[in-house]
Nanobody, 115 residues
Framework: VQLQASGGGLVQAGGSLRLSCAVSRSILQINTQEWYRQAPGEQRELVARLSSGGSTTYSDSVKGRFTISKDNADNIVYLQMNSLKPEDTAVYYC??????????WGQGTLVTVSS
């Protein structure tokens, strides 16, 4: 399975970005879709999770501002990010876990939020 993340860039605080993660395999064969981020000098952290049953989980720092979703037809996982803050600056990674519990990562896309 290959993942291609895109959509990062430079945005002012309060702005929005939508990240995309194109998955080479049908999302219907995927159990879990996730977005992580890693800021400079920090550990990678889970930002959002979309489980196969449709339930979503968000970190406290992004709850109410970020939304994870997917397009089953095009095999794309999205992360809509609103009301961005400078502390959201990080490299964002998508990850999927298939039905065999194998995990696959995308290459990361940089999000920079200026104050």
């Amino acid at each position: 399975v290959q993942l291609q993340a895109s959509g990062g860039g430079l945005v002012q605080a309060g702005g929005s970005l939508r990240l995309s993660c194109a998955v080479s395999r049908s999302i219907l064969q995927i159990n879990t879709q996730e977005w992580y981020r890693q800021a400079p000098g920090e550990q990678r952290e889970l930002v959002a999770r979309l489980s196969s049953g449709g339930s979503t989980t968000y970190s406290d720092s992004v709850k109410g501002r970020f939304t994870i979703s997917k397009d089953n037809a095009d095999n794309i996982v999205y992360l809509q990010m609103n009301s961005l803050k400078p502390e959201d600056t990080a490299v964002y990674y998508c990850k999927v876990v298939d039905r065999r519990r194998l995990a696959y990562w995308g290459q990361g896309t940089l999000v920079t939020v200026s104050s």
